[in-house]
C-alpha cells in the first residue's frame, strides 16, 4: 500500500507496524465478519444512529412533537443555567483576585 502525501513518513511506518500485529489481523479478521454478517436475515448492517433508527427518530418527533419540545426547552435550560453558573465563579475569582 502506498504511503498518501499527507500522512508523515514516521506516522506511515507506525501505522504500517500497527496494521501488521497479530492483535490488529484479529480484530480486522472479526470486524470483517461482522460487517459481512446477515444479522438474523435482516440483511447487512447498517448505521442506525443508536439504537434507533433516523427514520425512526422523525416519525417519533412527528408523533410525539411536544414531548421532544419539552425535552429540547429542558436542555437548553439546563445548558443555559450551567453557563450561568460559570459565568457567576468566574465574577468570584476575577473579585477575589482583584481585591
Known amino acids: ?3 498518501p ?3 508523515l513518513p514516521a506516522v506511515w511506518s507506525t501505522l504500517c507496524d500497527h496494521w501488521g500485529t497479530r492483535e490488529f489481523k484479529k480484530k480486522s479478521i ?3 465478519k461482522n460487517r459481512a ?3 438474523g ?3 447487512g448492517s447498517f448505521h442506525t444512529c443508536g439504537s ?3 427514520s425512526q427518530h ?3 418527533m412527528v408523533k410525539f412533537p411536544f414531548f421532544f419540545f419539552i425535552l429540547t426547552f429542558i436542555y437548553d435550560s439546563i445548558v443555559a443555567m450551567c453557563v450561568c453558573v460559570a459565568v ?3 465574577k468570584e475569582c476575577v473579585n477575589a483576585y482583584v481585591k
Open 41 to 43: 436475515g435482516f440483511g
Open 52 to 54: 434507533i433508527t433516523t
Open 88 to 90: 457567576y465563579k468566574l
Open 5 to 7: 502525501t499527507w500522512i
Open 37 to 39: 454478517s446477515d444479522r
Open 58 to 60: 422523525r416519525a417519533n
Open 1 to 3: 500500500m502506498n504511503r
Open 30 to 32: 472479526q470486524a470483517k
